[in-house]
């Protein structure tokens, strides 16, 4: 399974646009990049994936270069609610489960 | 609407006894999945499942067990708790085959062993 490093933590203020980069250098053909959102005493919650370029959703965008080897969480207009920790996985098509790093912890600042 | 519930919430017990947990989706979903998470760390697989009858370990699956005798439901047995087991549990369900699939989570469980 491809190992993701991404920022233990990250700081940002509202309004502003927040990206949080992962590094996936062992992702093999088949995988996908998915993020997910963990607020405190909630089970993770699925934010966006993607194989290639750009994906954008109604809650983010994710950038992915051509060599895939990273990926960046891009977070238009933070809010404080979007305070949580953010997971970066990298899996493969088929039913695996999912291999979770230590995520990144934004937290935003009125 | 569909969900996935686990109880209890919150969970006592002490070292040595037989505790389990369960966990209840109404998706209809084939895959269903356990995880524990300590205090600041990332999620950790437990056990797994594809289908009523098949049960997977994961990377952390010693001193816990898993059935699946219907599609709904995974109930995680821990078989004599240990304070080494003392975390918040997470039972997981996501669609069938071909993925990668959004996996839904539930609430979770918060087991203290004394």
């Known amino acids: 399974l491809a190992k993701t490093t991404q920022p233990i933590s990250m700081d940002s203020y509202e309004g502003q646009e927040v990206n949080i980069t992962c590094s996936h250098n062992n992702i093999a053909t088949n995988d996908y990049i998915t993020w997910y959102q963990q607020f405190p005493s909630q089970g993770p919650r699925f934010i966006i994936q993607?194989?290639?370029t750009k994906v954008t959703n109604e809650v983010a965008s994710l950038f992915i270069p051509a060599d895939r080897k990273s990926s960046t969480l891009s977070l238009p207009r933070v809010s404080l609610s979007d305070t949580a920790v953010y997971y970066c996985?990298?899996?493969?098509?088929?039913?695996?489960?999912?291999?979770f790093g230590s995520g990144t912890r934004l937290q935003v600042q009125p | 609407d569909a969900e996935i519930t686990q109880s209890p919430r919150h969970k006592i017990t002490e070292t040595g006894r037989q505790v389990t947990l369960a966990c209840h989706q109404t998706?209809?979903?084939?895959?269903m999945f356990w995880y524990r998470q300590d205090l600041g760390h990332g999620l950790r697989l437990i056990h797994y499942s594809y289908g009523v009858q098949d049960t997977n370990k994961g990377e952390v699956s010693d001193g816990y067990s898993v059935s699946r005798s219907n599609t709904e439901d995974l109930p995680l047995t821990l078989e004599s708790a240990a304070s080494s087991q003392t975390s918040v549990y997470f039972c997981?369900?996501?669609?069938?085959?071909?993925?990668?699939?959004?996996?839904?989570f539930g609430p979770g469980t918060r087991l203290t062993v004394t």
């Open positions: 997981a369900s996501s669609v069938g085959t071909g993925g990668p699939y959004e996996q839904y």
């Open positions: 998706w209809n979903h084939n895959n």
């Open positions: 996985l990298v899996e493969g098509t088929g039913r695996r489960a999912l291999t």
């Open positions: 993607g194989y290639k």
